[in-house]
């Protein structure tokens, strides 16, 4: 395996992709079963050794990791996922585990260095050199968003402006004063700076020098990202909006990443570091080409904490590239099995709503509330308009109607009445 420009996203042709990832999956199950207590104890229970996964096509006889073997054997410190000494660690990241036991990632110094590299790759995917002044409004702390970021950031020689989340309004001036070029963050945030750019007077086509926003960390849709595009005039500075794509689990951000060739459709995975499969998530089988399903990841570079076959719950599907960057494609994702909204016998996406909503410029905001504490259920959907008409709500029905089959109530709010998101955005409320 020859040595190559780990940041490049152009370093590789298709067949050397191929080959280094062959050669990582040999020497990450060796190291799993002679390291890793939760692998090795994996592999006993099913007469497996690493003589029996040579290939791609061999993984499957490895079973699933899941969230919770996670939260079962990987809490606090890494536990029996671990496959390096406690001493090797540098620290570690986790999601906040307001739902329960938090997931957690451990990371040795060269899982700092190989995360740092794959978000230098994405940002050079997208568009971003190291002439750009980079405003990085993801939060800083257990999460991973704003410190691999910032890492990334600093590896292309960029600069970069640590601002975390809050303090909105200081932020609109920031933009303005220090002339930031890209803009990173999660879509709701980046979407609240524009409205609050506005709403200070200031002019985000005359005042701003903004090119490129990065945005991920929560599902999105191409209309979302039309909307960040136009309303902090990025298109007409020759950029865009290039969604970034990452989990606690798997690095953090770095993963996928959209290029300007994308169309808002999909995001180039890199996968001479992640190996991926597209699954059928009622059976675990496999899915043909271009078939939608949920993402498996296995982290072929992963140091402390490498995972074999983990179920991200992610909805996506994948392709073969068909441009300048040679690394396959997974679509934009439709969201997380677990975010499905189940509505009188309908299987409902958050993102096909938010398809239709950020179709709408009038619309400030909006609010999806599942009631189920009747017999006849409801769903209302609370939006946020200067001007509410009959028209407006009718031209929302239907649209909903096309694209989810499923007719809503749609109650109409005043401006400023629905929360906004520094950080993952919280739209829907399931009342049981």
Request: glycine share 8%; hydrophobic share 35%; proline share 5%.
């Amino acid at each position: 395996m020859r040595d190559y420009d780990e940041v490049n996203p152009r370093a590789l042709s298709k067949d050397e992709i191929e080959d280094i990832q062959t050669f990582r999956l040999k020497r990450l199950i060796k190291r799993v079963y002679e390291n890793s207590r939760f692998y090795h104890r994996l592999f006993k229970e099913k007469g497996l050794t690493p003589d029996d996964i040579r290939s791609v096509e061999d993984l499957v006889k490895v079973p699933f990791t899941t969230k919770d073997d996670l939260r079962k054997y990987a809490y606090p410190y890494g536990g029996d996922f671990l496959a390096v000494p406690f001493e090797d660690l540098v620290g570690w990241h986790m999601t906040s585990g307001t739902t329960g036991i938090p997931t957690v990632n451990a990371y040795t110094w060269n899982d700092i260095q190989t995360w740092t590299n794959l978000v230098a790759r994405s940002l050079i995917a997208a568009g971003v050199t190291k002439n750009d002044i980079v405003m990085n409004i993801y939060g800083y702390g257990l999460f991973t968003g704003g410190l691999g970021l910032h890492q990334g950031i600093q590896r292309i020689g960029a600069k970069v402006i640590p601002w975390g989340t809050g303090r909105t309004e200081a932020l609109a001036r920031a933009l303005k004063d220090y002339k930031a070029t890209v803009i990173t963050g999660t879509p709701s945030y980046e979407l609240l700076v524009a409205e609050t750019i506005r709403n200070l007077g200031i002019d985000p086509e005359k005042d701003l020098a903004l090119r490129l926003a990065i945005p991920g960390a929560e599902a999105m849709t191409k209309e979302m990202l039309e909307r960040i595009e136009d309303e902090l005039y990025l298109k007409k500075r020759g950029g865009g909006a290039f969604e970034i794509y990452g989990s606690t689990e798997g690095l953090g951000p770095g993963v996928a990443q959209e290029c300007p060739n994308d169309k808002h459709e999909w995001m180039h995975i890199w996968t001479d570091h992640y190996l991926v499969e597209i699954i059928d998530p009622e059976t675990g089988e496999r899915v043909s080409e271009g078939e939608d399903g949920e993402l498996v990841i296995t982290t072929l570079t992963k140091e402390a904490m490498p995972l074999i076959r983990y179920r991200t719950r992610d909805v996506t599907n994948m392709i073969e590239s068909d441009d300048d960057i040679p690394f396959p494609k997974i679509h934009m994702l439709k969201g997380r099995i677990d975010d499905v909204i189940f509505y009188k016998g309908v299987k409902l996406f958050p993102t096909a709503i938010n398809q239709v909503m950020m179709n709408h410029s009038e619309i400030y905001e909006y609010q999806v509330i599942v009631d189920k504490t009747s017999r006849d259920h409801k769903l209302i959907i609370r939006v946020e308009v200067d001007n509410p008409s009959d028209k407006l709500r009718e031209k929302l029905i239907e649209e909903i109607r096309a694209v989810a089959f499923v007719t809503p109530e749609i109650e109409f709010v005043n401006r400023g009445e629905l929360p906004r998101f520094e950080g993952k955005s919280r739209r829907v409320i399931i009342k049981e």
